[in-house]
């Protein structure tokens, strides 16, 4: 049997497969199954003393597999790197070629882009050594991510408890959403209002105008007054068309896709998190089987450049001539731009044989793979396409002293919009109405059909999602494509976040260690200094800076601000006394302290009997508001402020995150509220749930046998109260303590839940609000109280369907029956949630 010539070592086993059917019987090849060394487990691994060097050890479980490479080597003439072409692949090559040189094998390495035929041959045939300044950047980076780790996270092991950590980039993205939130929490909403008219030129179909100027300029309607001045001068005046405008826009195709992009597109499409879009693309990458063979079906998926080879961008106009019309096509190719500081080392991520279209390959992908090549195909050829051309018009009307403005959008030409659609970031909106505006003249007179006022109120900030994240981590230079689906991850399964539907919100361990690292380590949780440090380390790729050179000038910082923490840094472990009186016995203050269940307060005269305790974790908790306010306890003192009785002997109750809030921090609650807690008298054991719209505790309503208080629980079916009588089990709905609109009846509102579909557990139940007088009486509606009469009909109340708040009266015209078809709404009666006296 005659000898393989050649080994071809790549990093898994996925790839291995794919790359031996390309290569002949003169080839060998072998997985390293990712790093074969790195730094050791348990000892920082780095001697400061002696320059930053490195002692990598072997990695656990990888003995076996460089004893396997070593035998390989022995049976070959020569031996090729294949590892993933960037940093990390680097430098994974440079420590198995210190492995098997003593082999005395010649060595070299080989970055393969695309693993086809034709990717593959053409690198066989540009063979070069490896990077040192690949290598040097990794290895700077690895270093300094261990001085932080290592030098802070025993830090916090000690202040506060074992297990937690720290890091260069995952800190200063924790810092982004822990400051997000305190926006959140420290934003007033504003009133404002709007008025728009609705007008009609004679013989054509009438369209919305909204108010914008008076006088010439920008008009302000801070409050109903205002607008009601308004409105009625608008009521009486004459609508003549002042100006018409019209403009040809151009929509240019985005470029291809870069790493932080793709994972961004697969977030606010799919919610897909960073890390499963990655390991979907990696296998789409090393390679699938089709009927034409094994082959990968994109080109390498970690990259920040949009440059294109110019093999590929001709495929990909040879595919638009064939398929698309010949206006589609360009006149001359589309070459983008890159950042000033995007690595130019790789294409942007593309399908390696265009001519594969999504419909080919779908039989022989999964679902998801199915859905990351559709989009990664479609925006790639989508980017050679003609632009699109948008016919914008904007309509001013003048009636009186006031300017009334309508804009309309009407596409002329799709272009590469027949392809793809960008998607728009959350919480942002299109620039224009999608509906065509009729043909309009100058001085043309209107007839005003309707107006309308309409309470709005400022929004804040939004909190970050997987892709918003990434986004503002891209735009700070923080982190590289590499590195964001890592950096996500991390920081949620350290339980520094948590997810609310697909946002992040800051758990109080998150915020304490946030807090901690800004007051003691400034330097490391700033944006601008973590930003040149990543900046630094791009120069030693480069080979304009030498590793030692960034490492000395990291870690001085870093040792100064460490030695000021360890004398300075408050223990939680050991309790931190508050600048707030216990709520109990009102002679100690509150002391916060941790252990393995969390962060709770007790008083400092617990030793001479003070029993009081509160969930610093609950205590953090905001109870959903039906007003639109956003105030939430952030320290001990206004957490202790709302410590109730106990209904039956009177002791102040002790609040703690209940099982179900438990739940909830790890992503599997389902009653709505992701984040509650619970109050419970340590002496009668009475408990009720914290942290929702509802009261915990009412004194002012009774359960069905006439007994008062009721205490708020939550059950299989949604919340409710219950009686805190010993022996009566009897329960009560969930009052709204807002009248029913229904023409002639004497009921009020409840709250109850609903199935959504056929689904039996409790997280696929909508909240809706119902006559408590059912089924005498139907009257239902869902969405948000608002508790301000109704401006038209003056209803006590008016609900809040998303941004639009209308009114809750049926017959009333700015109900949602007036305002949309969607009246099922108003015309279900499910059952009531509220479940039955066990």
């Known amino acids: 049997m005659a000898l393989a010539k050649t080994l071809v070592i790549v990093e898994s086993p996925a790839k291995a497969r794919t790359l031996a059917r390309y290569l002949g019987s003169g080839y060998v090849v072998r997985a390293s199954k990712g790093h074969v060394k790195d730094l050791p487990k348990n000892t920082l691994g780095v001697r400061v003393e002696e320059g930053f060097e490195p002692q990598w050890v072997v990695v656990e479980g990888r003995g076996p597999v460089l004893k396997e490479l070593k035998e390989a080597a022995r049976a070959v003439d020569r031996i090729l790197l294949a590892t993933d072409p960037d940093r990390e692949g680097e430098a994974i090559s440079y420590h198995i070629a210190e492995e098997l040189k003593p082999l005395g094998k010649p060595i070299a390495r080989v970055w393969l882009r695309e693993i086809t035929q034709r990717g593959v041959r053409e690198s066989l045939k540009e063979l070069r050594d490896i990077d040192q300044n690949l290598v040097e950047a990794q290895f700077a980076r690895r270093i300094l991510d261990r001085l932080v780790g290592y030098q802070i996270s025993p830090l916090l092991w000690d202040k506060v408890w074992r297990g937690l950590s720290a890091g260069r980039v995952q800190s200063v993205a924790l810092r982004l959403i822990v400051e997000r939130e305190r926006e959140i929490e420290r934003f007033v909403p504003q009133e404002y209002w709007t008025v728009r008219a609705l007008v009609q030129p004679e013989g054509r179909p009438a369209f919305w105008v909204r ?5 010439g300029r920008k008009i302000q309607l801070p409050d109903e007054a205002s607008a009601r001045a308004a409105e009625q001068v608008l009521r009486k005046a004459k609508y003549v068309v002042l100006r018409v405008e019209k403009k040809r826009k151009h929509r240019t195709p985005p470029p291809p896709f870069i790493t932080a992009k793709l994972q961004q597109a697969a977030a606010q499409r799919w919610r897909w998190p960073a890390l499963k879009t990655m390991t979907i693309a990696q296998r789409l990458y090393e390679g699938v089987d089709l009927p034409q063979g ?3 079906l994109i080109t390498y998926m970690r990259t920040d450049s949009v440059r294109i080879s110019e093999e590929a961008i001709q495929a990909a106009r040879a595919f638009i001539r064939e398929h698309f019309d010949a206006r589609d096509l360009p006149a001359t190719p589309r070459r ?6 995007a690595q130019d080392a790789h294409e942007a991520i593309r399908p390696t044989h265009v001519d594969l279209t999504p419909d080919t390959v779908r039989p022989h992908l999964s679902p998801d793979e199915a859905r990351l090549y559709e989009l990664v195909w479609q925006r790639f050829v989508a980017s050679q396409m003609a632009d699109a051309e948008v016919d914008v018009t904007t309509v001013t009307v003048q009636a009186g002293d006031y300017e009334l403005e309508a804009r309309g959008e009407v596409l002329v030409y799709p272009g590469y919009l027949r392809l793809y659609q960008e998607e728009l970031p959350e919480a942002e ?8 505006l009729p043909p309009l003249k100058e001085d043309e007179v209107l007839a005003l059909q309707d107006l309308e006022i309409k309470q709005n109120f400022t929004q804040p900030p939004p909190r970050y999602t997987e892709a918003t994240l990434i986004r503002e981590l891209e735009r700070r230079g923080i982190g590289r494509p590499s590195t964001y689906a890592t950096i996500v991850s991390i920081i949620q399964n350290r339980d520094y976040v948590m997810k609310d539907r697909q946002f992040f919100r800051p758990t109080a361990l998150g915020r304490l260690v946030c807090d901690l690292l800004e007051r003691f380590f400034p330097d490391m949780m700033d944006y601008d200094y973590t930003a040149r ?22 870690y001085q910082v870093l040792l100064r601000q460490i030695r000021k923490a360890r004398k300075d840094m408050p223990s939680y472990k050991q309790g931190v006394e508050q600048a707030t009186s216990c709520p109990a016995c009102g002679e100690g203050r509150l002391i916060l302290r941790w252990s393995r269940n969390g962060g709770f307060f007790h008083c400092s005269r617990q030793t001479e009997g003070c029993t009081y305790k509160a969930d610093y974790e609950a205590a953090l908790m905001t109870p959903t508001s039906e007003v639109g306010t956003r105030e939430a306890p952030t320290d001990a003192a206004t957490a202790s402020r709302v410590a109730p009785p106990c209904p039956r002997c009177g002791r102040p109750m002790t609040l703690r995150p209940s099982f179900a809030g438990t739940l909830r921090r790890r992503n599997l609650g389902t009653l709505g509220n992701r984040r509650i807690g619970e109050w419970k008298c340590p002496v009668c054991q009475i408990r009720a749930v914290h942290g929702t719209s509802w009261p915990a505790i009412r004194t002012d309503r009774t359960c069905a046998a006439g007994h008062a208080p009721i205490v708020l629980r939550s059950g299989p079916y949604g919340y409710y109260y219950r009686c805190t009588e010993p022996d009566c089990k009897a329960t009560a709905p969930l009052y709204a303590d807002v009248p029913c609109l229904a023409d002639g009846c004497p009921g009020e509102m409840v709250a109850r839940f609903v199935r959504r579909g056929n689904a039996s557990s409790a997280q696929h139940r909508r909240l809706f609000y119902g006559c408590n007088r059912y089924p005498a009486c139907s009257f239902t509606f869902s969405g948000t109280i608002v508790r301000k009469a109704c401006p038209v009909c003056g209803a006590p109340y008016q609900v809040q369907l998303g941004r639009q708040t209308v009114c809750a009266r049926p017959t009333c015209t700015r109900s949602a029956r007036k305002a949309s078809d969607a009246t099922t709404a108003f015309e279900r009666s499910p059952q009531s949630a509220t479940p039955k006296p066990k």
Do not use: H, N, T
């Open 211 to 215: 108010l914008v100027r008076q006088a």
């Open 294 to 296: 094994r082959m990968g």
């Open 336 to 341: 983008f731009k890159a950042k000033a500081d």
């Open 429 to 436: 909106e299109p620039e224009a109405d999608a509906e065509r």
């Open 533 to 554: 440090v990543e900046a630094s380390l791009d120069e030693v790729e480069q080979g304009k800076k030498r590793r030692q050179e960034i490492l000395q000038a990291f």
